[in-house]
Each structure stands twice: as structure tokens, then as C-alpha cells.
Nanobody, 126 residues
Framework: QVQLVESGGGLVQPGGSLRLSCAVS????????CGWFRQEPGKEREFVAA????????YYKDVMRGRFTISRDNARNTVNLQMNSLKPEDSAIYYC???????????????????WGQGTQVTVSS
């Protein structure tokens, strides 16, 4: 099991940028994938992006590809999400997730992630 702590959320104007970070601690060897989901009030959690811890392969929800970039720092055990050209519809609570993906679930599937952070609020508004 790992522990995940997000930071970097806040209020930003449309068109602006934010960088979310997730500190990963605990049994790092129990995971091979980290990622981000988001959730708007009254809606289901939505996949944003994922990254394989070992080789850095990335996966994105199509509509976010090109605006969002996920990265990881193996030395510091952090996963980052750079969000550019933000839109009001990007407003949500963003959750850092981690799990061991052995091919049973798609990287976009909630079921593939056993560890979740507490979430960080992102609000895009003028």
C-alpha cells in the first residue's frame, strides 16, 4: 500500500496554467502505475492521465491530450500534472491514484487503482 498526498490546486483564470504534484510514499514496489482522476460535483470520477512508473509511458483521456502533461520523478517519488490552457469545465477535485496494472484493467479504469489521495480542488474562473 502507498500513501498519496496532492498539492498545487487552486483558483486560476481561463487560459491559465496549474501544476499539480503528488507525493508517493510507502511500499513503492507495490505499484507500477500512477495517475490522476477528477470529479465534478454530482458526476462520476473521470480519468485524466496515467504514467507507468518504470518506463514513463503515458496515457491520456483524448480530450486532455495536448493541454495536460503527466510526468514522474522517480528520485523524489512524485507524480506531476501540468495543466495548460485551462477551461472552466476543467474545474473539479483532482485525485492522485496509484496501482499495479497487470493488464486486466485499462489504464483509464478506476478499478485499476487501489490507492487514492485526498484530492485537491482546481477552480477555473474569471
Amino acid at each position: 500500500q502507498v500513501q498519496l498526498v496532492e498539492s498545487g490546486g487552486g483558483l486560476v483564470q481561463p487560459g491559465g496554467s496549474l501544476r499539480l504534484s503528488c507525493a508517493v510514499s510507502g511500499n513503492i514496489f507495490s505499484i507500477n502505475t500512477c495517475g490522476w482522476f477528477r470529479q465534478e460535483p454530482g458526476k462520476e470520477r473521470e480519468f485524466v492521465a496515467a504514467i507507468r512508473w518504470g518506463d514513463g509511458t503515458t496515457y491520456y483521456k483524448d480530450v486532455m491530450r495536448g493541454r495536460f502533461t503527466i510526468s514522474r520523478d522517480n528520485a523524489r517519488n512524485t507524480v506531476n500534472l501540468q495543466m495548460n490552457s485551462l477551461k472552466p469545465e476543467d474545474s473539479a477535485i483532482y485525485y492522485c491514484v496509484a496501482g499495479y496494472n497487470d493488464g486486466i484493467y485499462a489504464y483509464s479504469a478506476i478499478e485499476g487503482y487501489r490507492s487514492w489521495g485526498q484530492g485537491t480542488q482546481v477552480t477555473v474562473s474569471s
